[in-house]
């Protein structure tokens, strides 16, 4: 009965939401609402990442008996055109929706169940077209390049249980299967300055492709603006079965710590060791390091500003050590227009016929223009344009410096 409650919730988060639900990111009834700790409740992003707590507030909320319950749905419906000999075109839907249930006990402690589903495996085990991306497998035998891969059916199947020490400290622990280990910054579906974009990031695989991990386990120590946490959980990746659960295996390690100065700021460092991550060569390991800034800006009740910069390291046990960042940017100036961009600069040796490693980049830009559906739910249309810069290289398999484009229609919570 309560999951059923949720998906509704999901459906029908604009038209069935208490009065405080609607309040700004300031407002007392969610100052102390952290799935973790005693933090607002923006302040959480995916698994248990931390975002700034000026964030915009986008789920939708209800209670029923002593439960809370959350929703918050983000669809995209595509049409994709890469260029040139390595490019492709498509329309596809991609997406999330994310129902989520907690439960204060009289102890102070608190329970949170999450599930979130996404359509993306209904575009068929290639993914979409996606210059310059790579990483797993659409069938098994093959690397999949410039495209971006489907995610799981189930993102995340999780559950968090907090204790409150006092109003300064608190300990918790997240597990999930599938669920997000404690590395990199807020996985970039349910990052506030890459949200917007239907594109999935190319540095995807540097900075937070650990995001659906089948087996984890995290614990967790938060003391005010700090939070330190280490997770075991499933290295490899999922495979090109992208409707089934698949075993746990906790062979790897992730540790993060996470520091939130000022309401508009949110950063950390993380490390992992990750066993036999690529389905296509499981005899090698991977070293990672991430570190990430994230500034974000609430102008009013619904215009806000966020930027994002990540590094991302991969150090494999074969082959040599390569890097990634990421600049991104979203500016939403009021109800009705968002603008995002993003750049980036990667290391890789997947994209060429050799082992080397080639310097490539991308610049991305677009933007959406929303309609009200209800008043939590819009329905938008918007575009974006990507150039990217390859290395001369790759230059004759490429045409040159190819383009990529997209238009989307876009249905979702918004401010």
């Known amino acids: 009965m309560l999951a059923s409650q949720l998906l509704g919730l999901v459906v029908a988060l604009g038209d069935e939401v208490p009065e405080s639900a609607h309040q700004h990111h300031n407002s007392p009834p969610m100052a102390t609402a952290g799935t973790l700790g005693a933090y607002r409740m923006s302040r959480d992003a995916s698994g248990t990442a931390w975002q700034p707590d000026s964030s915009p507030h ?6 029923r008996g002593d439960w809370m319950l959350m929703g918050h749905a983000m669809l995209n419906a595509v049409y994709d055109r890469q260029q040139g000999p390595r490019g492709d075109e498509k329309t596809y839907v991609a997406g999330m929706a994310m129902g989520t249930a907690r439960r204060t006990l009289a102890s102070g402690d608190a329970l949170t169940l999450r599930a ?26 093959t690397p999949l390049v410039d495209r971006q891969h489907p995610h799981e059916l189930i993102m ?8 409150r020490i006092d109003d300064v400290d608190g300990l918790y622990l997240y597990a999930g299967l599938p669920g997000e280990p404690a590395f990199g910054p807020p996985a ?35 003391r005010n603006a700090w939070k330190f946490e280490a997770s075991q959980f499933t290295g490899r990746e999922p495979d090109e079965e992208r409707f089934d659960i698949e075993r746990p295996r906790l062979d ?14 949110s950063m950390q460092v993380s490390w992992a060791d990750i066993d036999s991550p690529e389905q296509l060569e499981p005899e090698v390991d991977e070293t990672r390091w991430s570190a990430s800034a994230t500034y974000t800006s609430a102008m009013n009740e619904f215009a806000w500003w966020s930027t994002t910069l990540a590094w991302g390291h991969k150090d494999p046990s074969q082959g040599g ?11 939403a100036p009021g109800r009705g227009w968002t603008i995002f961009a993003r750049v980036e600069g990667v290391e890789t040796h997947d994209l060429g016929p050799t082992e080397d490693v080639y310097s490539i980049g991308k610049l991305s830009f677009g933007a959406r223009r929303d309609f009200r559906v209800t008043d939590r739910m819009r329905l ?7 150039i990217n810069a390859v290395a001369e290289e790759l230059e004759p398999s490429y045409g040159g ?3 990529g484009a997209m238009v989307f229609v876009s249905f979702g919570a918004r401010t």
């Open 321 to 331: 050590p390569t890097n990634a960042i990421a600049l991104e940017t979203t500016y």
């Open 188 to 222: 970039f579906m349910h990052r506030l300055s890459a949200m917007e974009s239907p594109e999935a990031p190319i540095t995807h695989h540097w900075l937070d492709s650990t995001h659906i991990s089948f087996g984890i386990v995290t614990a967790g120590w938060v």
């Open 380 to 386: 938008g249309i918007g575009a974006l344009y990507s």
């Open 156 to 163: 995340e199947l999780s559950a968090t249980y907090a204790h």
């Open 116 to 141: 979130m589903l996404s359509p993306d495996p209904f575009m068929g085990r290639s993914g979409y077209p996606l210059l310059l991306a790579a990483g797993e497998t659409a069938d098994g035998l």
């Open 58 to 63: 986008l789920m939708g909320h209800a209670m």
């Open 252 to 265: 790897s390690t992730a540790v993060r710590v996470s520091w939130n100065p000022a309401e508009q700021w």
């Open 401 to 403: 410096d190819p383009y």
